[in-house]
């Protein structure tokens, strides 16, 4: 981690994958860092609490999305970002903010009128992001409030991971909770004092929202500058502090620091769900391949089983799309059943990976079966044209074409109604045994936050094959026919749905994981065409890294 005092980063680093968890060095500091920043958010909240969860816990209807800026008829408002390239900033450019994109100038204006950074950092996919940009930042009254007494700045955190690193640190450190969008509140030297990811724009469910807070923030920094400047000194030097104590000495790993993480691992495992750690659940495709390889050293068949297990229950899930292949990013309940529905692809290209060691170390074809899966979505769906992979699709998708009018998991989800509209009430009823679809929908409502998935389905394997068939007196082999075939029907209609927007960055290093597992799956499963694509997106990749070098 680069220090967050002083000059800001220039340089723009290369992507890697996300981590959904605190390093093992976190825990440590935490109770110093929140003792520093005790009282600054105290004043900041006003007894409200930090609203620092990933998600809301409850939401009213939301319209905005991913197209929300850009598609409205008429943009009375264009600011600095229209300059930029990035989908997310674009997404801003027509805001009423007089956003800044992360540079000098903002820097040096905020010094100059002395005047606190908000910091507002997403991406272009993040569901939760395109609500705060509907409900705040279009709104011109709050635009109001962040243009009076603040320097706004927007970030793209999968153009700028460093910064997105360096601020996510803090605020995990202050609210023992990390998400996007995040928002953090800077003094003019760029340190953090005060921040949380989604805001509301009015108090509501017990927390502040921006018309409350961006007055407080601003009348503190004049009555209390003095005192936020040095609380904020003592969390950036804990900060720091942390990051120079995880800088590993290169020295060889032991075998007890191995066993040691296998047990803390073993202790998060939920063998029920067959998952680690708690909801909202995420791949974490490190554990896993940890997993693997602690078992081809040592021989540990428990260490192979919680990979198994773990790799079956998510593909089981409707965490998996049933319907269109590949993963969506993490599932909201701990059964793998509710996803948020963006599509992610570092998510792909991971667990393509591990499928495809999970099918070397056991020759089950299942493996093999969800790796094609991953592999056939990738190349058909988030492939560019010149071979390179895009970043991800987005978990909102429109409700109407050529309506504005946008809502998370649209494309996904069934009624049962249309799931009998479109395959008969025979074909339906086997259907929907096997895939878990209920006439009042199967989404519980501790899952369905914004309140639109009422008599709503998620997919998911709900009943095996030869569950299914015994129900229905059939054979294995026909009901596993008949569930392909109304599986294509399905997505024939879906296929008439207006489709996820995707964000269309291509990002070496996710790219990079993508070739990877092409040429892993390439050589365990004999499959030519996915070393022809590794092959295609690595010339891509070196071909654009080389004529950057050069400055063409």
Excluded at 19 to 37: D, E, N, R, W
């Amino acid at each position: 981690m680069k220090s967050i005092a002083g000059n800001a980063p220039t340089s723009i680093s290369t992507q890697r994958r996300p981590s959904s968890s605190l390093g093992p060095s976190f825990s440590q500091i935490i109770a110093k860092v929140l003792l520093c920043g005790s009282f600054l958010s105290a004043a900041v909240a006003g007894g409200a609490g930090t609203p620092s969860d990933k998600r809301p816990r409850e939401q009213g209807k939301t319209t905005g999305s991913a197209g929300s800026a850009q598609t409205r008829s008429q943009n009375p408002y264009t600011n600095r970002l229209i300059r930029e390239k990035s989908p997310y900033l674009l997404l801003h450019a027509h805001n009423p903010v007089d956003w800044y994109p992360w540079g000098q100038e903002a820097f040096a204006k905020a010094k100059r009128e002395n005047k606190t950074i908000l910091l507002s950092v997403g991406y272009y996919t993040c569901h939760w992001c395109h609500v705060m940009e509907r409900e705040s930042y279009s709104n011109p009254a709050i635009a109001e409030l962040l243009n009076r007494s603040f320097v706004s700045i927007k970030v793209d955190r999968e153009e700028r991971p460093d910064i997105d690193d360096q601020y996510m640190s803090f605020i995990r450190a202050t609210t023992a909770s990390g998400g996007w969008p995040m928002n953090v509140f800077l003094t003019p030297d760029l340190k953090p004092f005060f921040g949380g990811t989604y805001f509301p724009p009015d108090d509501q469910y017990g927390r502040a929202g921006l018309r409350t807070l961006l007055p407080r923030i601003a009348q503190l920094w004049m009555d209390r500058q003095e005192e936020i400047v040095r609380s904020a000194d003592k969390i950036t030097q804990q900060l720091q502090q942390m990051a120079d104590a995880g800088v590993g000495g290169g020295t060889p790993l032991q075998a007890t620091l191995l066993d040691r993480t296998y047990e803390q691992i073993r202790q998060t495992y939920d063998a029920t769900n067959a998952g680690f750690g708690s909801a909202p659940r995420f791949p974490r495709p490190v554990t896993p391949g940890f997993l693997l390889r602690y078992w081809a050293r040592t021989g540990n068949k428990e260490a192979l089983d919680m990979v198994l297990n773990n790799l079956r229950a998510m593909a089981a899930g409707g965490v998996h799309d049933e319907i269109g292949g590949g993963f969506h990013r993490y599932s909201m309940d701990e059964r793998w059943r509710v996803p948020h529905f963006e599509k992610m692809l570092y998510d792909q290209a991971q667990l393509a990976v591990l499928d495809t060691e999970a099918y070397q170390a056991t020759s089950d074809q299942f493996y093999a079966g969800v790796v094609h899966d991953i592999l056939d979505f990738s190349l058909r769906e988030i492939r560019s044209p010149e071979g390179g992979f895009y970043s991800a699709l987005d978990a909102d998708s429109p409700l109407e074409k050529g309506k504005p009018e946008h809502r998370e998991g649209v494309f996904y989800v069934w009624t049962a109604e249309d799931i009998e509209r479109v395959l008969g009430k025979v074909a339906a009823a086997i259907f929907d045994f096997s895939y878990g679809v209920e006439a009042r929908g199967n989404v519980p409502s501790a899952q369905d936050i914004e309140g639109w998935l009422q008599k709503k389905n998620v997919l998911y394997q709900s009943h095996s094959l030869e569950e299914t068939a015994k129900k229905f007196g059939k054979n294995v082999a026909a009901v596993s026919q008949l569930l392909e075939e109304t599986k294509q029907k399905l997505s024939a209609q879906r296929a008439l749905r207006p489709r996820p927007p995707v964000d269309t960055k291509i990002i070496t290093a996710w790219n990079g994981l993508m070739i990877s597992a092409l040429a892993k799956a390439s050589q365990a499963l004999n499959e030519p065409k996915y070393l022809d694509a590794a092959n295609r997106a690595h010339k891509l990749s070196s071909h654009t890294c080389m004529c950057r070098q050069r400055g063409s």
